[in-house]
């Protein structure tokens, strides 16, 4: 069984899909893992499309339960069809911004403060994180996610990122067990 969790980053779609790994045989697959090169500070290079898709696609078809977090929407059509279930994560505004604001104070400690470069990337990333509720934003957004769920072709779970993980952990068990007694 394959598995997308996506979301607006700091809905929580890395720590449930994480969880699911951790709880089960499905191996975790994170798409920044294959976004980002491996850089000290993190998160300053991408990786080209192209080389993103092949090594996460080798990864992918590598182990039979895949859960796989991050937005796909503009890593190809392919991704439409890949899924058995895709799992939407939702959280309102304010408490996902806060949440981004403390991962990157964990982040990045000390160098948050006295890093121009890092407090201006960091900047730059929560200016274009807040925008995800914006009708008008052409990033990440909710409305981007919501036709990217219309294309999808696979069953659609929706959570709230706000409710306690264990709780949706078991939400998402639950619905895996579904799907392997409707086969």
Known sequence: MKILIFGASGSGTTTLGNEIG????FKHLDVDDYYWKKTNPPYQVKIPLTERNINLKADFKKFENVVVSGSMVSWGMEWKTAFDLAIFIQLENAKRMERLKNREAVRYGEKLLTDKNIQKNSNAFLEW????ENPNFDGRSLKVHNNWIEMLDCKILRLNGATEL????????NKIKACYNNV
């Open 129 to 132: 994180a807040n925008q995800y």
């Open 166 to 173: 264990n709780e949706n952990v078991e939400i998402v068990l």
């Open 22 to 25: 951790k709880r089960t045989d």
